[in-house]
């Protein structure tokens, strides 16, 4: 896959066959007899990430403004905003039916376009259609990257945005993020961090991630293995990469 001037193309048919395995079927359901425990300990308190908890309406508003004030802000950053768009839309588009891959259920179609509201759907059913689907990926996606750009110092918090940097936001978004059923799949933000690079950061998005959750473990607790920073491809999702760098 060439995007640009092929700088930070990404090709997603040269898999090999063990990170094909691995990347199938890695965002799973919470089975209800965990749940019954503690239902609300499995659902996100403020943002949803992905598709399963998407729609939901006590987590829509105020988190859905900052998620597209979010991709505004990164888009805008580049000399034509509506082609940096498309090229974003057009990767995760190609990128669609490994993402599907991703998340646990066959029956992903089966339903008409329900994500403009809150309906129940049954047990395994992603609430998404295709384009609503690649939508949240994109969506969500440049968020995450954003939040821990700006997190880092490498892009500017906005005057509205601290209130998510305040010391309660930030356990909120730390809980949220690590929520199973509330992943996006890593090789997404990657492609996505691949092509949205802040000029002349050298920083990656491992580096980045780990930063940003760093004050949620004990003090050098998690820790960089050395072959992530230079190949991340077999990270999964967030809590994998998390899992990895603990106790290195």
């Known amino acids: 896959m060439q995007k640009g001037n092929g700088e930070h193309a990404i090709d997603l048919n040269h898999l090999d066959e063990e990170d094909?395995?691995?990347?199938?079927?890695?965002?799973?359901?919470?089975?209800?007899?965990?749940?019954?425990?503690?239902?609300?300990?499995?659902?996100?308190?403020?943002?949803?990430?992905?598709?399963?908890?998407?729609?939901?309406?006590?987590?829509?508003?105020?988190?859905?403004?900052?998620?597209?004030?979010?991709?505004?802000?990164?888009?805008?950053r580049f000399p034509n905003p509506r082609a940096k768009m498309k090229e974003l839309e057009e990767a995760i588009k190609e990128a669609h039916s490994k993402a599907r891959e991703c998340y646990e259920g066959d029956d992903v179609y089966e339903l008409e376009d329900v994500c403009e509201g809150d309906q129940d759907i049954q047990e395994g059913v992603i609430d998404a259609t295709k384009e609503k689907f690649e939508k949240i990926l994109l969506l969500d996606g440049c968020f995450i990257i954003e939040l821990f750009r700006k997190a880092a110092g490498e892009v500017a918090i906005q005057e509205n945005e601290y209130v998510l940097f305040s010391k309660g936001m930030i356990l909120v978004i730390y809980h949220d993020l690590f929520l199973l059923e509330n992943q996006i799949p890593w090789f997404v933000l990657e492609l996505l961090f691949a092509r949205t690079r802040v000029s002349g950061s050298k920083t990656t998005l491992v580096e980045l991630a780990i930063g940003f959750f760093g004050s949620a473990f004990s003090q050098d607790q998690l820790q960089i293995p050395v072959e992530l920073l230079s190949n991340s491809s077999k990270i999964v999702h967030l809590i994998d990469l998390a899992r990895r760098c603990l106790g290195y």
């Open 20 to 76: 094909a395995i691995i990347s199938k079927g890695c965002i799973f359901r919470i089975p209800g007899m965990i749940k019954m425990q503690n239902e609300q300990a499995y659902k996100p308190y403020r943002f949803s990430f992905g598709p399963w908890h998407f729609g939901k309406t006590q987590l829509m508003s105020t988190a859905q403004e900052f998620k597209e004030a979010f991709l505004d802000g990164l888009i805008f």
